[in-house]
Every structure is written in structure tokens, then in C-alpha cells.
């Protein structure tokens, strides 16, 4: 026998999509049923019957109590990253890239930085005012690393005005999906947070690097592999609140040892100082680069100041 439902409401996100909960609660708890009013939202949290609800929905809502946190974590996790943002983006085809042997001595310096088992540094910047070709370097590193697979990597490309890619929201979570795609064995620790706290990507982004990068991270057996992150555009970031929030966070990651994270980061404004970091490249538009490298260990340090042609 069919059941019938009036005006049911739910107030807090659902984190089913509406196609599933209709094939799956109405097939498998309803049979042939019919809900007369009420509004739904793909939203997460609880749910609350309003005045006047029937036993039969209370039923129904706490049928959706139970599917909680039936979509997998890695479906679930795609729900909240930003794809316009990604290496490969639909959004972002073609991506600018580097014309062959144009910054060719860039790219050396970078990948050098990136094959150094002992690096002297966890923090390489790109600076250079707007259109000396940041984000066409950034993107011929990453494709030189998918092409070669030896180096698990995530991307993040920030676009000024692009709803997903203009601020952190997405950030952490869409380096967590790469991360999880790119490393089966970092992948379940990824998809169990997600199942533990299916609201993770709604957090807070110190929470969201610790439970979905660096916690899955540390579970992995040791040695750990050195994962490179490539975070593009941070000037195109909304709020310099951010962008600070940001650098602050990282240098806090990297204060532990046992993260073996390199972060390269382009588009960094100003003067501001990022703990870690070690390597800078400042491009002109002549393709001639000036490079500064800062290095230290412990106690000791040097500058290196070159012009490249």
C-alpha cells in the first residue's frame, strides 16, 4: 500500500541528491507513494517535520536519517571542489602553456627544486607583474609531472571573477580529490574522512588541511612520498584576508617534519613573508628572469642574485 505525505519540509542541507532519494527511498521504503506539497533541498544536516506532519512522515524523514552518508566519500568530496580550477579544466581549455623553449632556464631551476631529495626549502614563489606568463609556467610544470607520473601532485588555479576559482572555499578540498585520485593509498584515508564528517569541505580551512590532506597524508606507510602542490594566481584570491590566512597556514604545516609537502605558489603580492619558503623566480616580460634564491639551513645562509638570458 502506497504511503501519503503532506507538507513535509526539511530546513538543513541533505547531502543526497534528489534523483537518489527518489529512486532509492520511494522504491525501497514507499513502494508506490505519493508526496502532496512540501519543498526538498540538497542540503546537509537534520531534518525537521513541520506543524502538522503526519506519523507517516516522520517515518519518511527518518528513512532519510539512515541514508545519511550513503553517497562514498569520493562522490561526495567531488560535490564540493572547484572544476573550473583544476590542470585539465573544461573550463580553462586551452590553458595557457609555455611555447616551446620559451623559459626554458625557469623551468630547469623549478624542476631541480622539485628532484632534490633534500630540498632546502618546502616553499618555491613565482612573482612577476600581470602578464609575464605565471599561470602558462605554472601549467607546463603541471603537465610535465602528469606526463612523467612519478610525482603525486595537486593544481589549484585561482581566476579572479570565477565563481569557485576567486576564493579558498574549494581550495583544500579540490587539492584533497587530486590527491585521492593521484594516490590510491592516500585515497581511503581521504573517502573515510568524508564518511566520518560528510560536512568536512563546509569547515574551516585549517580543518579542512589538516582532515583532508595532511592527517591522510601521515597515515601513509613510510618512507612518504614528497607531494608537490600548485597553488596559481593567489592575487586573484578575493580578500587580502585570505590570501594572508592562507600563507600563515601553510607555514604552520610545514613547521612539521614529518610533512614532506613542496608548495609552489604563484602570484604572491608584495613583500609578505612565507615560512618555508626558499626559492623565488621573478619573471619580466622579455622572458629574461631575474632569480633570487634564498637558501638557509639552520644556521647558515646565502643569497644568489642572476640574471638569466
Known sequence: ???????????????????????????????NSTIHGGNFWNVNGDYHVMPGSSGASRYFLSVFRQLKGCIPGMQNLNLFISHGALQDSAARYPPPRCFPGK?????????????DPNPCSSVFLIKGRAGVEKTALMQTIADQLQAENRHPYACFFFNRGVVGCDN????FSTLAYQLAINIPSMRKHIEQAMVEDPAL???SATTQLQKLIIIPFKLLPTP????ILIIDGLDECEGEDSQDAFLELISQV????????????????????????????????????????????????????????
Open 1 to 31: 500500500m502506497g504511503a501519503y505525505i503532506n507538507n513535509v519540509q526539511s530546513v538543513e542541507p541533505l547531502s543526497l541528491p534528489l534523483h537518489f532519494i527518489g529512486k532509492k527511498v520511494m522504491a525501497q521504503h514507499f513502494g
Open 103 to 115: 623559459r626554458k632556464k625557469e623551468k630547469e631551476i623549478i624542476r631541480r627544486w622539485i628532484e
Open 168 to 171: 579558498m572555499d574549494q581550495l
Open 201 to 203: 569541505p563546509r569547515r
Open 224 to 227: 612518504r612520498p614528497s607531494l
Open 254 to 309: 610545514l613547521e612539521d617534519p614529518a610533512v614532506t609537502i613542496q608548495f609552489i605558489v604563484s602570484g604572491l603580492q608584495g613583500h609578505k613573508r612565507v615560512g618555508g619558503a626558499g626559492g623565488c623566480l621573478v619573471l619580466d616580460r622579455d622572458s629574461k628572469t631575474t632569480v633570487a634564491i634564498y637558501l638557509s639551513k639552520y644556521t647558515c645562509a646565502f643569497f644568489f642574485l642572476a640574471h638569466l638570458r
